[in-house]
Structure formats: C-alpha cells, structure tokens
C-alpha cells in the first residue's frame, strides 16, 4: 500500500523523492530497494502513467510497464511472404507483428515507420543511412525503445553499426525470422514479443533479439554478436541474457554495453575497406590490394590465421599489405594466451566481433 502511494505521488509531481519516502512511512535509504522490488523499477525510471491497484500488493501484482515502441520495418525475410516458391518482401506483412502482439495481450503501444523495404543482402550504404537516421530520430523523440525488424543475412552487420553510430539513450533492439510470419514455424512473432519486454527493462544501448536453438529468446549486445551458419547468433561473451514468460534473465557475465559512443549521422562509410572471411587453402598472394587502406579479417574461432604454405601463409599477406600501406586488422581475437606464431603476425587484434570491428574501419575508427 505505501509502495502504491509513492507511485501515486511520483506520478502527481511537486514533490522530491525525500518528501514521498516519508510520505509513505518509508526510510529513504531502502527506497529505491522497496520501490524496486514492488513496481520492478527503480523511481526515477518509474513509466509515465504507471499505477498500482488493489491494497495487498505484491511484485507479480504490479502492472507491466505500458511502453511506447518506435518499429522500424526494413524488410527481410521477417517482411517478406512466400508466393509460388518465391520469397518476396512485402508490405502487408509488416504489420503483422503489431497485431499479433496486441491480439495476444500484449501491453504496449507502437509508431511504425518503414524507410527501406529490401533483402538484406542486398543492403546499401544509402539504406543503411536511412536505417540509422530512422532508429537516431526515435531515439531523440521521446520513445521508450525502438526495434529494427531486418533480414538475418545481414542482421548482426546492421546492429553492429548503429551501436556505433547511435548514441543509444533508450534500448534499440534488431528482430529477424528465419521464415516469414505466414509459415507455422516462425521465430518472428516470438522474436519480437521478447524485444518488446526487454524495452520494458530499459536497458540502454543497441542490442539483438533472436531465438535460440533451444527455443529460448535470448538478447544479445549488437556490439558482440555474430551470426551463425544457420542463421542464429552467438556473443563473444555469451549472450546478454534472455527472456522467459515476459520476463528478461540477465546474464552477470556479460557486462552492460559502453554508452560513450560518438554519433555518426550523416553516415558517411569508407569505401577502401575490404573484408576477408579465409577458409583452408585460401591463396592470399590473389588478393587483390588496389584501391584499399584497411583490410578487416575474421580469423577461426581460436583466433588464429593459416601461417605456412607459399600462397596461404597469412603473414605473407600482411608483409604485402604493410608495403602497400594496408592496416590489417583480425577479429575477434580473445584475449589472453595466444598460440604459436600469433604474436607476430603482423596484424592489429581485436577482442570483438568481426562485424564490430568491420563497422569500426568503415567508419574510420581504427
């Protein structure tokens, strides 16, 4: 009942958070824990037009934080309908999602915009400039969260810039399916309900929402994530957490996102980048360095590049990119123990996602 009170106070206005502690008969110093524990927030992050009814109240009791969410559709398979074979994006499949969310109870309320509609393999420098204008816009007008639906080729590419360029106040969470929403295995529906109840943590930053092989809707950070072969997403530390019954589970080893983030907008992206993927036998003397200065490249998952061979020795390549004044940069790296031959291997190392650090030297910043 106290708890109800304060939250009917903060509501009100005109008073300091000292005066409704002892409104409420409330010690100021176990406040923000009590307020906590009953409305799941803390006072100062309390929603807009939040209440609590009824006078024996407990945390399972207290409403679920009613959000405004910003959705920005861009297409993918996610957007798209199968027609006689072929996949195609589509627009009366956009707002499916809203619909479906609501229908099923959901609590929230939704502005949906959609300034691309494309495959997102087929993603461009201009629609990448009108993704990041659109989630920046949403950001500055007041919404309590944003998702990005997008295509899954290029999912963990797009989250890894706008956590770059966005200065992330509020959560900014990408959604993808591996098949359309018509089809009755989807991931997409329960992709973005879970996206909506990580907004309600308000947890800032840029994040990924995807569901698991073993159906659970896990969060990743933008800046860590990775796509799979399959179409799926892992962290380079393990996923940020995930969400069960409407509830997000934080993972405590994976530590929140860095907000100190520079704002890049117009976006502006380098166009001397190249990106290399090697597999076993690649014959790096065929790679071509005209025209680059930066050349980005995910080693195996140990962090380590081919070092023998005549045309495969990756030290090789970096001795012709060094002449050719190409930085070289491999990612992820972890951190720590290296194995043999790694400590020279004539390339810069970063403890990040490929698509981090691909992000980084298209902006400049390595």
Do not use: W
């Not at 179409?231 to 940020?240: D, M, N, P, Q």
Request: proline fraction near 5%.
């Amino acid at each position: 009942v106290r708890v109800a009170k304060a939250v009917r106070l903060l509501g009100d206005g005109g008073m300091g958070m000292g005066e409704v502690a002892k409104e409420c008969g409330l010690e100021l110093r176990n406040f923000n824990r009590t307020f906590k524990s009953i409305t799941g927030y803390v006072p100062k992050r309390l929603p807009r037009g939040y209440a609590i009814y009824g006078e024996d109240i407990s945390p399972k009791e207290a409403q679920p934080r009613s959000v405004v969410i910003k959705v920005v559709h861009t297409g993918g398979t996610i957007g798209s309908a199968a027609e006689d074979g072929i996949i195609r994006t589509n627009g009366g499949a956009k707002g499916r999602l809203t619909e479906y969310y609501l229908e099923n109870g959901g609590g929230a309320r939704f502005a949906e915009y959609s300034p691309v509609d494309m495959l997102s393999e087929n993603v461009t420098e201009k629609d990448l400039a009108k993704i990041a204008t659109s989630v920046t816009e949403g950001i500055r007008d007041g919404y309590d969260g944003v998702i990005v639906t997008h295509g899954s080729d290029t999912l963990t590419y797009t989250a890894a810039l706008l956590a770059e360029v966005c200065a992330a106040k509020i959560p900014v969470v990408l959604v993808a399916a591996l098949r359309p929403l018509s089809h009755p295995d989807t991931d997409g529906f329960a992709n973005f309900a879970a996206a909506v109840d990580f907004i309600r943590e308000g947890i800032r930053g840029v994040f990924i929402s995807c569901r698991s092989a073993l159906g659970e809707c896990e969060i990743h950070r933008a800046d860590l994530a990775t796509v799979t072969q399959n179409g799926g997403v892992e962290s380079t530390l393990g996923r940020f957490g995930y969400v069960s019954e409407g509830k997000f589970r934080r993972n405590p080893a994976c530590p929140l996102p860095s907000l100190h983030k520079t704002p890049a907008l117009p976006l502006r992206l380098r166009s001397d980048v190249l990106a290399l993927t090697p597999a076993p036998l690649t014959d790096f003397s065929r790679v071509a360095l005209d025209g680059y200065r930066t050349a980005v490249v995910r080693p195996y998952h140990s962090g380590t590049v081919c070092k023998s061979g005549e045309g495969t020795d990756f030290r090789k390549f970096a001795d012709r990119c060094k002449a050719g004044c190409v930085r070289v940069i491999l990612a992820p790296v972890p951190s720590g123990d290296m194995y043999e031959g790694m400590d020279d291997i004539g390339a810069a190392t970063l403890d990040c996602s490929f698509e981090t650090a691909l992000a980084r030297a298209l902006l400049g910043r390595v």
